[in-house]
């Protein structure tokens, strides 16, 4: 009863502050995937989070093809190292070594999230506040641009209304719900 009592906080610890940490790597990659502003306070922050992390490592991993593996291979080892710590904390009696491959529908799902949130904010915030400007918008317009603005072209505004945005989100949706499960299931993951 005590282990459980004292592991519930301390997991939910873990999967904050990890879980908190990969995001911001995951922003960064997909912020230089997108060639967002980086001048952008936002972004500014994003770099001065992650540098600590990003900066020796790029001295052994360096980028491919455009891609910032840097951050790639640190997103996978820490989300690694988030759920071997929770396998740990919980007593379970799994591989610790398969949590590297455990950590790859993890970060997969991640991505998928962040534009799912990003889509929700931008549209939201065009009911609330439209064409306003603050430098965390900028941000999310660069994060949804790469999708929206194909599916504009695609699907023009009805009586005004811009259907684009549902049209991606229940496209992730069910990429979400096409891909994650048999990842989860060729690597065999508990964490579902």
């Not at 879980?19 to 997108?34: D, E, I, N, P, S």
């Not at 929700?120 to 317009?141: C, D, K, M, R, T």
């Not at 949706?173 to 993951?189: E, F, N």
Request: charged share 10%; net charge positive; glycine share 6%.
């Amino acid at each position: 009863m005590t282990g459980s009592y004292l592991s519930n906080p301390l997991v939910f610890l873990i999967e904050v502050l990890f879980g908190a940490y990969v995001l911001v790597l995951m922003l960064r990659f997909l912020l230089q995937l997108v060639h967002a502003d980086f001048y952008n306070p936002v972004s500014q922050f994003i770099v001065r989070v992650t540098s600590p992390v990003l900066r020796p490592l790029r001295r052994l991993i360096p980028g491919f093809a455009g891609l910032d593996t840097a951050s790639i291979v640190a997103m996978w080892l820490i989300k690694s190292a988030e759920l071997a710590l929770i396998l740990l904390i919980t007593g379970s009696t799994e591989n610790l070594l398969a949590t590297l491959a455990w950590s790859i529908p993890e970060l997969i799902g991640l991505v998928i999230n962040v534009v799912l949130y990003a889509i929700l904010i931008e549209v939201i915030l065009s009911w609330v506040n439209p064409g306003s400007y603050n430098p965390a918008i900028g941000l999310v317009q660069s994060l949804t641009a790469p999708l929206l603005q194909p599916a504009r072209r695609l699907i023009p505004p009805i009586s005004g209304l811009d259907l684009s945005p549902m049209v991606v989100m229940i496209g992730l949706v069910l990429l979400k719900m096409l891909l994650l499960p048999p990842l989860q299931m060729l690597v065999a993951t508990p964490f579902r």
